[in-house]
């Protein structure tokens, strides 16, 4: 994902915005890493570039 997306990414369950932390890139690209509400704390992972914005009760059930 591109680094621009945090501008307009916001956390799902209240609408904050996210901090991005432990963070890998390849090139200009975020291959993984953490994005972090800075409001509630509710931690969402970037895995292969893509952000998990699922809230964490639905994470589990999601199909990989």
Sequence with gaps: ?????????CCPLDK??????DAEYEGDEIIS????C???G???PIEDGIPNL???D???QAPA
Excluded: A, F, N
């Design 16 to 21: 904050h915005d996210l901090d991005l932390e």
């Design 38 to 40: 800075t409001e509630c």
């Design 42 to 44: 509710e931690r969402y």
């Design 58 to 60: 639905m994470r589990e």
């Design 54 to 56: 699922l809230p964490p």
């Design 1 to 9: 994902m591109k680094e621009s997306l945090l501008d307009i990414l």
């Design 33 to 36: 890493g953490t994005l972090v």
